[in-house]
C-alpha cells in the first residue's frame, strides 16, 4: 500500500480464507462492483458460496472507512499529471459528471461502488470509479442488505454470520433513510440525477427500480432482526415498510397500465415500463421472503415487461434488421433480443438516454428469473432466450458477452459481470422443484437465541478477527477492527484491545466436537417430496446439479467445499494445522 501510513484508509485485515476479486469488464477496469455484483452473485452464491460469502465481508469492512487519498494514485507517488503528492495531502475527487462539484473518494457510512482497481490497490483503495459521487446512490445500501441476507441463505442459514452483519445492516439501513428520505415518507427518493446503476439515466422522486431495492432491504432487515430477536429494531422497520410500500403503491403503481411507472417526477418518461421495475421484489422471493408487492401486480408488471420490452422491442429490432438488409443464414427464427431497458406505454423504445434504449444482458436474466419465480414460465424463457439469440446467433460474442446492445447489434462492454445473472434463472428453478439452495434453518430455540452454535461461517474462515463473539456472551459483541497485513490481527472492543492470531478456530461447540467424520460418498439426500438429490455438508445443505453424483462437476465442487469444511471442523480439537490454514491463499 506504498507503506503511506496517513492515508487514513483501513488496512486489509487477514486470515486464513485469503480475498477474491472479479473484474466489471474488459473495459471497465475496477473489481467487485458492487451494483452489478448484485446480479452475478448468484453465480457465487450457488458455485461458491464462501467466496462469495467473503466478498460481503470485504464490503462491511470498507462501509465506515472515509476514502480521501488523490483520485488516482501511482506506485511513484505522482498524479497522471506528474504533480509530486506530499503522503499528508487529502485532495478531493472531482467527478466527470459534475464538473467542479468534488467530494472524498469514499465517504464513511456509504456502501462502496467497487473494491478499487487493478491499476492500484485492491481492499485498500476503494471505488475507482470517477463518473458520480456515489455516496449517493441509491441502490447500493439496498444492495448490501439484500446480499447479507441471500447470503445467510445460500450458507445454509448461517447464524454467525448473520450475527456478524447485523449491525452493519443495520447502520447501512439507517444511513440510507437519514440521507436519502427528503419528505419523510420512509421511502428514499432518488436527486433527477443517475443515482443507481443505471448511471447515464436519471429518475426523479419515488421510482420504481431503487424505492422496490429500498421495500426490499427494509424487508430482509426486518427479518433478520426478527430472527435475531432485535425487537426494537423489527417494530422499527416493520412500521417504516409499512409507510415506505404505502408511498410506493400510490405514487407509481398504474392500475389502468397495469405495471409500475418508473418514476414519479411527471417527465415525458415518468411512465416508462422499466424491465428491472421489479429487482426488489425478485431478490425478495429468491430468498424466501415475502415480495415487496402484491403477487398479482407483480405478475401483471412482468406480463407487461414481456409483451413490451422482450415481444415490441424484439419486433423492432427484427424490422430494423429487415431495412439493412441483414438476413445472413443463422439468422434466428425468432424476433428475439433480450429486454430492452425502457419502452413507451406507446410501443416506442424509451430514447432518454443511451442506457434506456439498451438491452442489459444481466438484467434481462434477472427478469426472465423472476418471472420464472412468478410461474410465468414460457415468457421467462422467452426473456432469456433473447440474450441467447442476441449473443451466439446474431452478434457473434460468444465467451464475452457484453453488458448491453442496441437496435443495430452495437454492444458496450466486452466480458462483464452482470450476465452471471443466468445463475439466478438456475436459482429460481432451484426453488420451483422445491429444492433451494437452503432447504430449512438450522434448529435455534427462541430461548437459545443469544446463543447461537458455534459453527459455520467463522469455522469455515477459520478466522473472523473483525466481530468476535464470545459464547459466554448474550450478545454479538461488534468491534472496530484495527488491520494489518501481518499474519495476526488486532482487534478493539469496549474492554480494550486484544490480539488474535488470525489462524486461530473459534472453540468449537460440543456438536462440532461430536460429529463423526464426513463421508464424501454419502452427500446425497432425498427430499420427501421430489425425491431430487442434495448435497447436506455439515451446515451447508445444497443441491446436486444432477446426473450422476460421480460424474456431476457440481458435485464435485461441492464434495471440494466439504472435505475443506470437515478438515476446519477436525481441526478445532487438533494441534496439526490443516493445509487451508497453512496458507494465505488457499483458494
Not at 506504498?2 to 473489481?31: F, P, Q, S
Request: charged share 20%.
Amino acid at each position: 500500500n506504498n507503506n503511506n501510513d496517513d492515508d487514513d484508509e483501513a488496512d486489509l485485515h487477514v486470515d486464513a480464507m485469503g480475498h477474491y476479486m472479479y473484474l466489471e469488464g474488459m473495459e471497465y477496469l475496477m473489481v467487485n462492483t458492487y451494483d452489478v455484483h448484485f446480479y452475478a452473485s448468484f453465480a457465487l452464491a450457488q458455485l461458491f458460496p464462501l467466496i462469495e460469502a467473503s466478498i460481503t465481508r470485504d464490503v462491511k469492512v470498507s462501509i465506515p472507512v472515509t476514502h480521501k487519498s488523490v483520485r488516482a494514485r501511482h506506485l511513484s507517488g505522482k498524479t497522471p499529471g506528474n504533480k509530486d503528492i506530499k503522503a499528508n495531502d487529502k485532495l478531493k475527487w472531482k467527478y466527470m459528471m459534475t464538473g467542479e462539484k468534488s467530494a472524498w473518494r469514499k465517504t464513511g457510512g456509504a456502501v462502496p461502488h467497487d473494491l478499487g482497481a487493478p491499476t492500484e490497490d485492491p481492499w485498500y483503495h476503494y471505488n475507482r470509479y470517477n463518473i458520480h459521487d456515489t455516496a449517493g446512490w441509491k441502490d447500493l445500501s439496498c444492495k448490501f442488505v439484500l446480499q447479507v441476507y441471500r447470503d445467510f441463505v445460500a450458507l445454509g442459514h448461517d447464524w454467525d454470520f448473520l450475527i456478524d452483519m447485523y449491525d452493519t445492516v443495520k447502520n447501512v439501513i439507517h444511513f440510507a433513510l437519514n440521507n436519502f428520505d427528503k419528505r419523510g415518507t420512509g421511502m428514499i427518493e432518488n436527486e433527477g440525477e443517475p443515482d443507481q446503476t443505471y448511471d447515464a439515466w436519471s429518475c426523479k422522486g419515488v421510482s420504481c427500480y431503487t424505492g422496490g431495492l429500498w421495500l426490499g432491504a427494509l424487508t430482509a432487515g426486518k427479518k433478520m432482526a426478527e430472527l435475531l430477536q432485535k425487537t426494537t429494531d423489527a417494530e422499527f422497520f416493520t412500521k417504516t415498510l409499512a409507510k415506505a410500500s404505502d408511498e410506493y403503491e400510490r405514487q407509481l403503481w398504474s392500475e389502468e397500465g397495469g405495471y409500475y411507472h418508473y418514476d414519479n417526477s411527471n417527465s415525458d418518461h415518468s411512465d416508462s415500463i422499466m424491465t428491472d421495475m421489479l429487482a426488489g421484489h425478485w431478490y425478495c422471493v429468491s430468498c424466501g421472503l415475502p415480495g415487496i408487492v402484491p403477487e398479482d401486480h407483480a405478475i401483471k408488471s412482468m406480463q407487461k415487461v414481456h409483451e413490451f420490452n422482450v415481444k415490441e422491442f424484439g419486433n423492432i429490432v427484427r424490422a430494423a434488421e429487415d431495412v439493412r438488409g441483414d438476413l445472413w443464414d443463422n439468422r434466428p427464427p425468432v424476433a428475439l433480443r433480450g429486454a430492452v431497458n425502457g419502452m413507451r406505454p406507446s410501443g416506442n423504445i424509451d430514447m432518454t438516454s443511451m442506457q434506456s434504449s439498451e438491452v442489459w444482458t444481466g438484467t434481462t436474466y434477472a427478469a426472465a428469473a423472476l418471472m420464472h419465480l412468478l410461474k410465468l414460465d414460457q415468457l421467462a424463457m422467452d426473456t432469456a432466450q433473447g440474450v441467447y439469440e442476441g449473443t451466439y446467433r446474431s452478434y457473434g460474442l460468444w465467451f464475452c458477452t457484453p453488458e448491453a446492445w442496441n437496435t443495430a447489434g452495437n454492444f458496450r462492454s466486452l466480458g462483464y459481470m452482470r450476465p452471471l445473472a443466468i445463475w439466478a434463472l438456475q436459482w429460481s428453478m432451484n426453488m420451483r422443484q422445491e429444492a433451494p439452495l437452503a432447504i430449512l434453518p438450522r434448529s435455534m430455540p427462541v430461548n437459545d437465541v443469544n446463543k447461537p452454535p458455534q459453527i459455520g461461517f467463522r469455522q469455515s474462515f477459520s478466522a473472523y478477527p473483525q466481530s468476535p463473539m464470545s459464547p459466554a456472551s448474550p450478545t454479538c459483541q461488534t468491534t472496530s477492527a484495527t488491520h494489518s497485513r501481518s499474519s495476526s490481527s488486532t482487534s478493539s472492543s469496549s474492554s480494550g484491545e486484544e490480539s488474535e492470531d488470525a489462524n486461530s478456530l473459534a472453540t468449537p461447540s460440543k456438536e462440532v466436537a461430536s460429529r463423526p467424520p464426513v463421508d464424501p460418498n454419502s452427500f446425497l439426500m432425498a427430499t420427501p417430496k421430489t425425491g431430487e438429490g442434495h448435497l447436506s455438508v455439515s451446515s451447508l445443505v445444497l443441491p446436486s446439479f444432477g446426473g450422476s453424483k460421480r460424474n456431476s462437476v457440481g458435485f464435485e465442487l461441492w464434495r471440494s467445499t466439504a472435505l475443506m469444511k470437515q478438515e476446519a471442523e477436525e481441526s478445532a480439537t487438533s494441534s496439526v494445522k490443516p493445509h487451508h490454514q497453512r496458507t494465505k491463499s488457499w483458494l
